[in-house]
């Protein structure tokens, strides 16, 4: 379903080129929940911009479900991303200005949809993670899981093929980080909605199917015994 081939990704040139990331090959199947971890500085998190098109790759491919990301020109790109991709980041993304439905309605008024069907989807997933009596609060008005949880109904009110999830607890406590990768996890079980998610927490990165270890820009391994009862899905490339 998310197929990496040989990315590379520099930054700067010379004596202070940084290699980010080191031909790096990746399958992830459709369906699956896995995390990306490794120390500070390793390109897991450059990995999953490259993976989403948040990015551009020095070198290398990547395909999810056929489509050819950096193949493609960057309208067809954005469009991909919009309708096929959700997103759940570290600072919520937010708008402030907006009201929990207005935040989770945006992706689909960007798609075309009317203002009314726009909003009913977005009660939807709203009632999905539980907030359908916060509708009409503002992010200031609202926890961080709360403004957390937000963002994942944003992220799955399209109902991506995949979603995004850069160190998606890193800023709650303890307990509110258990509950918003339950609620991932829900959605993966429930809706069979490919989830990749970046995390320096391994209570956290236990909960998914597959691990995904990283160092000096290079994917060094990949537990394949996470959940023993499930079929190997993510799995290094090995060409």
């Known amino acids: 379903m998310i197929q ?19 031909e790096v090959n990746l399958v992830i199947e459709q369906g699956e929940m896995v995390s990306i971890v490794g120390p500070s500085g390793c390109g897991k998190t450059t990995l999953l911009h490259i993976l989403s098109g948040i990015d551009n790759p020095t070198e290398g491919k990547v395909y999810i479900d056929g489509f050819d990301l950096y193949g493609a020109k960057e309208k067809a790109r954005s469009a991909f991303r919009l309708t096929q991709m959700g997103f759940v980041f570290q600072s919520f993304h937010l708008i402030p200005v907006l009201t929990a439905l207005e935040n989770v309605a945006l992706p689909l008024i960007g798609q075309g949809l009317s203002t009314k069907n726009a ?10 993670v539980s907030l359908e009596d916060k509708l009409n ?25 995949v979603i995004w999830a850069d160190e ?17 996890r829900h959605i993966n079980d429930t809706m069979g909605t490919t989830i990749v ?39 290094l490339v090995r060409e």
């Open 4 to 22: 990496a081939k040989q990315l590379t990704k520099t930054f700067g040139a010379g004596e202070s080129l940084v290699r980010a990331l080191k």
């Open 119 to 128: 909003n009913d989807k977005a009660r939807a997933a709203l009632k999905q």
């Open 137 to 161: 609060s503002r992010p200031a008005q609202l926890s961080g899981g709360q403004n957390q949880r937000i963002a994942i109904a944003r992220a799955i009110v399209s109902k991506p093929t």
């Open 168 to 184: 998606p607890t890193g800023s709650l406590d303890s307990h509110t980080s258990q509950q918003i990768v339950g609620l991932l």
């Open 197 to 235: 998610m970046v995390t320096h927490d391994l209570s956290i990165s236990k909960q998914t199917d597959r691990i995904i270890h990283m160092e000096n820009g290079r994917i060094i391994n990949i537990d394949a015994d996470n959940n023993s009862d499930l079929s190997p899905s993510a799995k």
